[in-house]
């Protein structure tokens, strides 16, 4: 199984500041065929289903904020939210769908300072 | 506009059954994988089990392997989550997700752009 390893565990940040959020797999994700980095990021606020941000580790979703990137290749990823505001308080998971067996980071906790 | 409707979920004694179903709507259905992905109280996200768009290829998670069985009826635009011997750690809400594209598979694979709001599973005496 591809182990996705978050950090840190919970962060936070002023707001309009940059929130940084890691991402690192136990196996690199990038298959080398099409070069793409089989890794997503999701943002999960309470009471809600996580909403897909990124995907193919840095290609935004449709209707997502450009204040969201994401970056990385291999085995090691980062999300990086620019200007953060009051609604990007969420849980943030990093996923590998280069495997069959899917799995998830366990998640960062984002708060405002 | 994408919809993703769960239900089957309640409270079942350890050992017991259930069978989950979610419908789909605002999207070709059979054109895309589906996955369960499920979520204990207070905890994380983990995959369960995922199927490609014809059934072709279906994958389950270590923890609910040889118990659990995923299929779809595309004709229906439904997606099943059959749980047998179902364990209190089995708890969680269940949720269906949208694959981006249509495969399921090693290096074929996509992430999931639709969630639907879950079904929650208790399992208790």
């Known amino acids: 199984d591809i182990v996705m390893t978050q950090s840190p565990d919970s962060l936070a940040v002023s707001l309009g500041e940059r929130a940084t959020i890691h991402c690192r797999s136990s196996?690199?994700?990038?298959?080398?065929?099409?070069?793409?980095?089989?890794l997503a990021w999701y943002q999960q606020k309470p009471g809600q289903p996580p909403k897909l941000l990124i995907y193919?580790?840095?290609t935004r979703e449709s209707g997502v904020p450009d204040r969201f990137s994401g970056s990385g290749s291999g085995t090691d990823f980062t999300l990086t939210i620019n200007s953060l505001q009051a609604e990007d308080v969420a849980v943030y998971y990093c996923?590998?769908?280069?495997?069959?067996?899917?799995?998830f980071g366990q998640g960062t906790r984002l708060e405002i300072k | 506009e994408v919809q993703l409707v769960e239900s089957g979920g309640g409270l079942v004694q350890p050992g017991r059954s259930l069978r989950l179903s979610c419908t789909a709507s605002?999207?070709?259905?059979?054109?895309?994988?589906m996955h369960w992905v499920r979520q204990a109280p207070g905890m994380g996200l983990e995959w369960v089990s995922g199927?490609?768009?014809?059934?072709?290829?279906?994958g389950y998670a270590d923890s609910v392997k040889r118990r659990f069985t995923i299929s779809r009826d595309n004709g229906r635009n439904s997606l099943f989550l059959q749980m047998n011997s179902l364990r209190a750690e089995d708890t969680a809400l269940y949720y269906c997700?949208?694959?981006?594209?249509?495969?399921?598979?090693?290096?074929?694979?996509?992430?999931?752009?639709?969630w639907g709001q879950g079904t929650l599973v208790t399992v208790s005496s």
């Open positions: 997700a949208k694959a981006r594209g249509p495969h399921y598979y090693d290096s074929t694979g996509y992430s999931f752009d639709y």
């Open positions: 605002g999207f070709t259905f059979g054109d895309y994988a």
């Open positions: 199927i490609s768009w014809n059934s072709g290829s279906i």
């Open positions: 196996q690199s994700v990038l298959y080398s065929s099409n070069n793409k980095n089989y």
């Open positions: 193919w580790a840095s």
């Open positions: 996923q590998q769908y280069y495997r069959t067996l899917i799995t």
